[in-house]
């Protein structure tokens, strides 16, 4: 099982950016995923998660402004980010998990991806 982050770049402030994460190989077809973010000499935290049935949790702080979806289809998790803020400026990295429900808790997700980078100039 593979996890593919991409989409991140360098924007301005107020912009939007839409990031996509690609699960790939044999997995269960009802599964969970999640986006993190890691800014620099931060610790990791948590963005926004989606469980099998598109019940949606978010990090109070982006609540509003970040989206997060799928397409089970396309096994692909997407994170809309819109009004980007500098603080924003972090590594995204999706994960997954082979379970029903989503969760707000890192060491929940056995399967991760490798990270994008998003930047979000002033």
């Known amino acids: 099982v593979q996890l593919q982050a991409f989409g991140g770049g360098l924007v301005q402030a107020g912009d939007s950016l839409r990031l996509s994460c690609v699960l790939s190989g044999r997995f269960m077809n009802r599964y969970a995923s999640a986006w993190f973010r890691q800014a620099p000499g931060q610790e990791r935290e948590f963005v926004a998660a989606?469980?099998?049935?598109?019940?949606?949790t978010y990090a109070d702080a982006l609540q509003g402004r970040f989206a997060i979806s799928r397409d089970d289809a396309q096994k692909t998790t997407y994170l809309q980010m819109n009004e980007l803020k500098p603080e924003d400026t972090a590594v995204y990295y999706c994960a997954a998990r082979s379970s029903f429900f989503s969760s707000m808790v890192e060491s929940e997700y056995g399967y991760w991806g490798k990270g994008t980078q998003v930047t979000v100039s002033s």
């Open positions: 989606i469980s099998w049935d598109d019940t949606t």
